[in-house]
């Protein structure tokens, strides 16, 4: 029997529901599905697209941050941010290896990429006006990211799971950097704090927006999480992670910049004001401040990488000859 529109089921895929059904009953017995494993197309390509989009999530994310990696403040701040950005690009690639494990190669990801088809996380689509962002940015944007992540290292796909394990380590240390550098300036001079306030009202709702849209606009949400990829919603993940913020705010004295946030003492957690759903849209779209510089960015680099991937593949297939070279004369 064949099925459509059963759990798992692809439109261009005809899957029998037992296979369908003996997939779903390995999900809940919490196996780890491996790149070899029998697994619905769906299941591939859902991964595929997240996977990608959080690795080319990884790589635009180093360009608003190196734009002040020659304008840190001091020899300290700058190996830090060097390192961190370092940090990133390791992500994206232990991420676009593990997108490769499902069939699909780092270029075909990098031309969808520059071609605009692929998207990536809407907060790196927002511009670093001043030094205060910069430690923004490792305290609530790597504090977003770390809230979305830590559930992604028990995602039922092997690979994924595993890289999470230690990007998650190192998206720690970003955010402890980063609330160090809003915290000396929250503790600085009065003209310190206001940069500190500031950068703290531009990057607030953009950082609510990185978990997605609510669930009832989430077109994935549903059957990623039954397939245990995502184990918690959008909402959920983005009312953790305002819980975990708002005292952190308190306590470095500076200001949320909703005044609907409240704390209800019965459920125990705040409430916030509107998301700008509108504002998502149109940055996701292509419509915001940095889209067009990030794609041009990438862009450059992947054009300019060119004689050092090519250089690459030249010397690993100098290697392999003489490899063979050197066996054939053994034998
Ligand atoms: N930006 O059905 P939904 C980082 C898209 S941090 C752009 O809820 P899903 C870093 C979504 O792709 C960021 N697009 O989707 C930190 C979908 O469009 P398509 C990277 C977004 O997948 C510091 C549509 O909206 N982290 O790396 O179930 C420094 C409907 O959404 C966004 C990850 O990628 C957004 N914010 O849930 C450097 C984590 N939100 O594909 C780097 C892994 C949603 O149908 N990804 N969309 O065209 C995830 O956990 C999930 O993919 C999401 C979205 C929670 C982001």
């Given amino acids: 029997m064949y ?11 005809t899957e029998s529901e037992e296979f369908l059904a003996a997939f779903q009953a390995r999900i809940d017995r919490e196996e780890k599905i491996e790149p070899n494993d029998p697994m619905p197309e769906g299941y591939r390509r859902t991964l595929v697209r997240q996977i990608g989009q959080h690795a080319h999530s990884e790589i635009v994310g180093m360009l608003p941050e190196g734009n002040w990696i020659t ?17 990133e690009g390791g992500h994206g690639l232990y991420l676009y290896s593990a997108a490769e494990t499902l069939g699909v190669s ?16 809407s907060i790196f689509n927002y511009p670093t006006l001043t030094w205060a962002d910069i430690g923004t940015i490792g305290w609530l944007v790597d504090g977003a990211a770390i809230m979305n992540q830590i559930p992604l290292c028990r995602c039922s796909f092997g690979p994924y799971a595993r890289a999470m394990i230690r990007v998650c380590k190192e998206e720690s240390f970003h955010q402890r950097q980063g609330y160090e550098i809003v915290m000396t300036l929250a503790k600085g001079t009065p003209e310190q704090k206001r940069m500190a306030q ?12 990185m978990f997605g849209p609510s669930d009832s606009d989430s077109v994935h949400s549903e059957q990623s999480m039954t397939w245990k990829i995502k184990r918690f919603s959008n909402d959920d993940l983005r009312q953790k992670f305002i819980d975990a913020t708002v005292p952190q705010a ?23 004001g509107e998301i700008d759903w509108d504002e998502f849209w149109r940055v996701v779209k292509g419509g915001g401040k940095m889209n ?16 050092v991937r090519e250089a690459a593949l030249a010397h690993a297939e100098k290697r392999r000859a003489r490899q063979e070279a050197t066996l054939e004369a053994a034998e």
């Fill in 250 to 272: 308190e306590y470095l004295g500076l200001k949320v910049p909703d005044p609907d946030l409240r704390f209800n003492e019965e459920t125990g957690h705040y409430e916030h």
């Fill in 292 to 307: 067009r510089d990030r794609i041009a960015d990438r862009k450059k680099a992947w054009d300019d990488g060119a004689w």
């Fill in 106 to 121: 780092r270029d075909q990801m990098t031309e969808e990429l520059l071609a605009g088809k692929a998207k990536y996380s």
């Fill in 71 to 87: 304008r840190a403040p001091t020899l300290r701040r700058k190996a830090a941010l060097l390192a961190k950005v370092q940090d």
């Fill in 198 to 209: 500031d950068s703290l009202d531009r990057w607030w709702w953009p950082s609510l927006m």
């Fill in 3 to 13: 099925s459509q529109g059963l759990i798992g089921a692809d439109s261009s895929t």
